[in-house]
């Protein structure tokens, strides 16, 4: 009997187990990405911020970020934009993204809590948070290609 119980009290926390969330909470599922770069190109897994609500929040409270992971900021229309790092936990690398792709201004090594405002020189479509020190060490630079279906070439 006492075996029997011992079986079905593992059942239960494999059930549970099975059911934890594998991201952290609030994140929704990730898409695929790939930046092409000189230097060849480099996927990364997405989250996608295409809300008012979702764009808010961002990373914020976030105390890691996978290496090839990050997020996808999309606008409904092409805006200078404007972030800062309130309660984001990580430093970031922030590509400013034109409508067709090409990326059109970046900043290296956003600092947490900062409330600094950090706005691209035009504007963009899109903006993409992945870890920092990644642009610099992939060899990312103004004018690569971001490939995602948000992304019109030609546009």
Same mark, same amino acid.
């Given at each position: 009997m006492a075996a029997r119980r011992g079986v079905g009290f593992l059942a239960v926390i494999v059930l549970l187990a099975g059911l934890a969330p594998a991201r952290p909470a609030g994140a929704d599922a990730a898409e695929t990405l790939r930046i092409v770069t000189q230097n060849g190109h480099f996927t990364f897994d997405v989250e996608i911020a295409d809300t008012p609500d979702k764009r808010a929040r961002g990373l914020m409270f976030r105390e890691s970020m996978a290496e090839d992971a990050g997020m996808l900021f999309i606008f409904e229309r092409d805006q200078v934009a404007s972030?800062?790092?309130?309660?984001?936990? *990580?430093?970031?690398?922030?590509?400013? *993204?034109a409508r067709d792709g090409r990326i059109a201004d970046m900043h290296r090594n956003a600092q947490p809590h900062s409330l600094r405002s950090i706005r691209s020189k035009m504007p963009v479509f899109a903006v993409l948070e992945i870890n920092a020190g990644l642009t610099a060490r992939l060899g990312i630079r103004v004018g690569d290609r971001v490939e995602h279906p948000a992304f019109k070439a030609g546009d």
């Open positions: 972030f800062w790092m309130k309660n984001t936990e *990580i430093p970031l690398d922030m590509l400013f *993204i």
